[in-house]
Each structure stands twice: as structure tokens, then as C-alpha cells.
């Protein structure tokens, strides 16, 4: 059974830093892509950052330059490192995979859709 267990997160005051980690089991982080998505109170799923089984990156512009997405694959987990959080960034963060029997993406996405695995997510909650 595929796991994917999120931690990390927590309360900063804006323009702190954070490093969210997510820890694979059953499922290899260099196989497919994976993903970082949030979700405030009353609003949508949306996509932050993913990277491809080849490396390449693709981030939401709400975030672009301000955090990184990148993996470890001796320790089999996928971070995110953000830094310059703002209020605006408060949100439950959830670490999601593409199914392992599901093709290659050519490009990376932040389409939740297109992933099959989802953790059950760690709260990062910025103050003004």
C-alpha cells in the first residue's frame, strides 16, 4: 500500500522559512512525478510545485522564486522549501503522486487530477 506521510509544517510569521518533507513508502519518489498542492478554507485544490521523473520543475507564479521542490532519492522523500512565506501562503499543504502503473508526463503539472496518491497533509500557517 502506497504512503506518502507529510511533516513540517507548522506557524511562522510572514517572511519566515519552511521545509516540508514528504516520506514514501511502496512508491518510489524518482519513478513518476510528484507534487506539492494546498488548500485553503473555502477554496480549491491548487498545484504549488511538481517535478517530472527526469527533474524538470514547474511551480504555480504564486510561488515562483520562492520555494523549491526537489527529492531525495536515497531517502525516498520529495521537499519543499519555502521561504519568504506570506500570509496568503496559509493553507494545508498535501504531497501527491502519479500512480505507478499511469504513463510519463512529458511535462510536469499542477493539475491534481493527474495524481493518484495523496498524503494527508501538514498545516503551515503564516502570520502577519
Known amino acids: 500500500q502506497v504512503q506518502l506521510v507529510e511533516s513540517g509544517g507548522g506557524s511562522v510569521q510572514s517572511g519566515g522559512s519552511l521545509r516540508l518533507s514528504c516520506a514514501a513508502s511502496?512508491?518510489?519518489?524518482?519513478?513518476?512525478?510528484m507534487g506539492w498542492f494546498r488548500q485553503a478554507p473555502g477554496n480549491e485544490r491548487e498545484g504549488v510545485a511538481a517535478?517530472?521523473?527526469?527533474?524538470?520543475?514547474t511551480y504555480a507564479d504564486s510561488v515562483k522564486g520562492r520555494f523549491t521542490i526537489s527529492r531525495d532519492n536515497s531517502k525516498n522523500t520529495l521537499y519543499l522549501q519555502m521561504n519568504s512565506l506570506k500570509p496568503e501562503d496559509t493553507a494545508m499543504y498535501y504531497c501527491?503522486?502519479?500512480?505507478?502503473?499511469?504513463?510519463?508526463?512529458?511535462?510536469?503539472?499542477?493539475?491534481?487530477?493527474?495524481?493518484?496518491?495523496w498524503g494527508q497533509g501538514t498545516q503551515v500557517t503564516v502570520s502577519s
Open positions: 501527491a503522486a502519479r500512480g505507478r502503473n499511469r504513463g510519463l508526463l512529458i511535462f510536469p503539472t499542477l493539475a491534481p487530477g493527474l495524481y493518484n496518491y
Open positions: 511502496e512508491y518510489t519518489v524518482s519513478s513518476r512525478s
Open positions: 517535478i517530472n521523473r527526469d527533474g524538470r520543475t
